[in-house]
Nanobody
Framework: QVQLVESGGGLVQAGGSLRLSCAASGRTFSRYVVGWFRQAPGKEREFVAAISQSGTSTYYANSGKGRFTISRDNAKNTVYLQMNSLKPEDTAVYYC???????????????WGQGTQVTVSS
């Protein structure tokens, strides 16, 4: 019952920054944990970051720790992923996903957006 739409992807040079947005529909958005995942060509979808319902608790994969920041604005039904110091290996389609409980596994999330492409050139 939650629809998610990602935006903000694009082409950047290594060392640059992007802020991805995940806009959600529905009245119960604040009840959902939201995670970001990414999938590069030929690779499995991997966890990037997640944020609790209130936004007070966050979790990051080692790949983005220290460079990525997840946040949310429940009044706007939006979750953000700020990505700094981007590397070519960050190139992937980035997806946001929602679930009622915290998970770092893609298969545990019930709702997914369509993805937004992030390409980092060297």
């Amino acid at each position: 019952q939650v629809q998610l739409v990602e935006s903000g992807g694009g082409l950047v040079q290594a060392g640059g920054s992007l802020r991805l947005s995940c806009a959600a529909s529905g009245r119960t958005f604040s009840r959902y944990v939201v995670g970001w995942f990414r999938q590069a060509p030929g690779k499995e979808r991997e966890f990037v970051a997640a944020i609790s319902q209130s936004g007070t608790s966050t979790y990051y994969a080692n790949s983005g720790k220290g460079r990525f920041t997840i946040s949310r604005d429940n009044a706007k039904n939006t979750v953000y992923l700020q990505m700094n110091s981007l590397k070519p290996e960050d190139t992937a389609v980035y997806y946001c996903a929602a679930d009622l409980r915290f998970e770092a596994t893609a298969g545990a999330y019930d709702y997914w957006g369509q993805g937004t492409q992030v390409t980092v050139s060297s």
